[in-house]
C-alpha cells in the first residue's frame, strides 16, 4: 500500500470556521473591540490549521535514508503490514548526503531496507542486508506486492534488515567500519571516485591528504571545473560521471541476445579456489556487468539457462536451453556465492557444468547468449 501525506484541507468545516469569524468581527465592531477580535480569530484560526494538518499527516511519517559511507549507495524499502507487502525502489545516495525513503510506515507497520553500492566503483558490490528477503529489481525502479516466489515472477530475491533509527527519529544511516561523519564520508566518497577513476589515493580514509588534494586539482583542471578545496555534492556528482565512464572499459559483460529471460551464474578463482555466484537475471535484448572489475586472470567460466514468462526452464526440441559446458562447479536454485567445487552434493548444493572462457588476460570481455 502506498503511504503519502495529505495537505489537502476540508472546504466544508474550514468556511464555517471563516463565517463565524466573520460574525464575530461585525459584532465587535459596534463595540469598538474589532481589533482585538481579529487578532484572537487569526490565532484561533492558526491553531485549528496546524491540528488539522498534524492530523493529516499522522498516517505516516518521513524517513530519512543517510550514506556515511565512501560509495555511491542506492537503497530500497519494504513494508510488511500483516501478511501484506510492498517493497519499492531505488533511491541514490552519494556520500554524506540524506534522502527520501521510497516509503514511509504508517501505524501498525514495519518498515525494512536494503542497499548497495553502484557498479561505478571498482571491484565488489558493498551490501547492507539483513535477513527478510523481498522482491526488487536490479534493472530499474519496482514498486511490488508481495514477497514470496520472486524468481518465478521475473524479480530478484534480495535480503533486508529491518529498520534501525538513529538517535534523530527517522533517520536511518548506512555506514563503514571507519564509521566517518558526514563530512568524512564527503571526503572518502571523493577519493573512492578518483581511485575508480585511475587516480593513486592510498588509503580511503575520508581526510583531504596530498595525494587527495592533488588529485582533485588534476581532475577539476581537466575536465574544466572550477577550482575548490571543499568537496561538494556537485563535484561529487562529476567525479561520479568520470568513474561511470571508466567502469564501461573493464570486467566481463553478460549480453542477452535471445527473446526470452536469461538466468546466469559466473565462477572465477578467488584466494587459490574456486567461487560461484549467481544467479544474474539478464532480460532480453539487455547487459549486465557480472564482474565489476579489470579481469585479472585468463579463464572465467559461465552457466546461463533460459526460462520461459512462468520462470521455468525454456525447452527448445524437448531439450531446455542452456549455455554450460563440461567444467563442473557448484550452484544451488536460490541466490548463492559458493567456495570451491568439490562434492556439491555432499554439501547440499547441486553440480552443474559451465562453460570455460578464455580471455586471452585482457581486462574486458564480452560474453552473449544467441
Not at 470556521?17 to 484572537?40: C, E, T
Not at 547487459?287 to 586472470?297: E, F, M, Q
Request: with cysteine.
Amino acid at each position: 500500500m502506498p503511504f503519502f501525506w495529505n495537505f489537502s484541507l476540508p472546504l466544508g468545516p474550514a468556511l464555517l470556521f471563516l463565517k463565524g469569524i466573520a460574525g464575530m468581527v461585525f459584532s465587535a465592531k459596534k463595540r469598538g473591540l474589532w481589533r482585538s477580535v481579529i487578532l484572537i480569530s487569526w490565532a484561533l484560526f492558526g491553531c485549528w490549521l496546524v491540528n488539522l494538518l498534524s492530523l493529516n499527516t499522522a498516517s505516516a511519517e518521513t524517513v530519512k535514508l543517510c550514506n556515511y559511507t565512501s560509495y555511491v549507495l542506492e537503497a530500497a524499502t519494504a513494508v510488511q503490514d500483516g501478511n501484506a507487502s510492498q517493497s519499492k525502489g531505488w533511491v541514490r545516495m552519494f556520500p554524506g548526503k540524506c534522502e527520501t525513503a521510497p516509503q514511509a510506515p504508517a501505524s501498525g507497520t514495519e518498515l525494512f531496507v536494503y542497499a548497495r553500492s553502484l557498479k561505478v566503483h571498482s571491484g565488489d558490490v558493498q551490501n547492507f542486508t539483513g535477513a527478510e528477503r523481498f522482491c526488487i529489481r536490479n534493472d530499474t525502479n519496482f514498486d511490488i506486492n508481495g514477497r514470496r516466489e520472486c524468481r518465478m515472477r521475473g524479480y530478484v530475491a534480495a535480503d533486508f534488515s529491518p529498520a534501525e533509527y538513529s538517535s534523530k527519529k527517522n533517520e536511518i544511516f548506512f555506514s563503514e567500519s571507519y564509521n566517518f561523519n558526514r563530512k568524512q564520508a564527503q571526503v572518502a566518497g571523493a577519493q573512492r571516485l578518483l581511485s575508480d577513476i585511475g587516480y593513486e589515493i592510498g588509503v580511503i580514509d575520508g581526510f583531504a591528504g596530498r595525494r587527495t588534494r592533488d588529485s582533485l586539482k588534476d581532475f577539476q583542471n581537466k575536465n574544466d571545473l572550477k577550482q575548490s578545496k571543499t568537496i561538494s555534492q556537485n563535484l561529487l556528482a562529476k567525479l561520479f560521471e568520470a568513474a561511470e565512464e571508466k567502469s564501461k572499459t573493464r570486467g566481463l559483460q553478460l549480453c542477452n541476445d535471445t527473446p526470452h529471460l536469461v538466468w546466469s551464474a559466473i565462477g572465477f578463482v578467488s584466494k587459490d579456489n574456486f567461487t560461484t555466484q549467481g544467479w544474474l537475471k539478464i532480460p532480453s535484448g539487455e547487459c549486465i556487468r557480472a564482474i565489476n572489475k579489470s579481469l585479472l586472470d585468463r579463464y572465467y567460466f559461465v552457466y546461463a539457462e533460459a526460462v520461459d514468462i512462468k520462470g521455468k526452464p525454456l525447452l527448445q526440441a524437448g531439450k531446455p536451453l542452456i549455455w554450460g559446458g563440461t567444467f563442473n562447479l557448484c550452484t544451488k536454485p536460490t541466490r548463492f556465492t559458493i567456495e570451491g567445487r568439490n562434492e556439491c552434493a555432499e554439501k547440499g548444493f547441486d553440480k552443474t557444468g559451465f562453460m570455460k572462457i578464455d580471455t586471452g588476460k585482457e581486462q574486458k570481455w564480452i560474453m552473449r547468449f544467441e
